[in-house]
T-cell receptor, first 115, second 111 residues
Framework: GAVVSQHPSRVICKSGTSVKIECRSL??????MFWYRQFPKQSLMLMATSNEGSKATYEQGVEKDKFLINHASLTLSTLTVTSAHPEDSSFYIC???????????FGPGTRLTVL | GQQLNQSPQSMFIQEGEDVSMNCTSSSIFNTWLWYKQDPGEGPVLLIALYKAGELTSNGRLTAQFGITRKDSFLNISASIPSDVGIYFCAGLKTSYDKVIFGPGTSLSVIP
């Protein structure tokens, strides 16, 4: 149980384009999902907390207009990187919280490369 | 701000050896989590600890929630090559707080 999927697993795009990443909880409903960013050899950096049916909560320093988050259902959250630039290249990982358990289950991650 | 420290930062061990790593903080946490991340993959939850003093095992892995609530330990017995990866500890103060991740311990196992 507690399986989280992400799509796509990797994406290469040109500078200036927008990229959408999907995060799905496959066998449970997640009222809360999280989006992280991870640079090589570093820990996970929380970008935002995504709550179903409401606006996401962004961490300090994360531009909400650049990283659009939509949590339209209890099993799907999307992260759209708008007008991507090379500095946005990173490993993006989502996680979902199993209700009341205080534990997060992570997706496999999406490797974004912006040329 | 809140911060977790992990030690060692990296370790190289011989296959079959036991491994011990820890996670410390200056703040009290009420939940400790241990994750393992393989290259190019998302972290996988290994063990979750919810009570001070709790000792929990998952196969060859054993983790403990420190009595002071400011630390946690992870031990791996009889290491094997597939134990290679980065081990992250994570702490949570309350259900309303965000999870704080440590910087990770990189484990390499020499066959």
């Amino acid at each position: 149980g507690a399986v989280v999927s992400q799509h796509p697993s990797r994406v290469i795009c040109k500078s200036g384009t927008s990229v959408k990443i999907e995060c799905r909880s496959l066998d449970f409903q997640a009222t809360t999902m999280f989006w992280y960013r991870q640079f090589p050899k570093q820990s996970l950096m929380l970008m935002a907390t995504s709550n179903e049916g409401s606006k996401a909560t962004y961490e300090q320093g994360v531009e909400k207009d650049k990283f659009l988050i939509n949590h339209a259902s209890l099993t799907l959250s999307t992260l759209t990187v708008t007008s991507a630039h090379p500095e946005d290249s990173s490993f993006y990982i989502c996680s979902a919280e199993v209700g009341g358990a205080d534990t997060q289950y992570f997706g496999p991650g999406t490797r974004l490369t912006v040329l | 701000g809140q911060q977790l420290n992990q030690s060692p930062q990296s370790m190289f061990i011989q296959e079959g050896e036991d491994v011990s790593m820890n996670c410390t903080s200056s703040s009290i946490f009420n939940t400790w989590l241990w994750y393992k991340q393989d290259p190019g993959e998302g972290p996988v939850l290994l063990i979750a600890l919810y009570k001070a003093g709790e000792l929990t095992s998952n196969g060859r892995l054993t983790a403990q929630f420190g009595i002071t609530r400011k630390d946690s330990f992870l031990n791996i017995s009889a290491s094997i090559p597939s134990d290679v990866g980065i081990y992250f500890c994570a702490g949570l103060k309350t259900s309303y707080d965000k999870v704080i991740f440590g910087p990770g311990t990189s484990l390499s196992v020499i066959p």
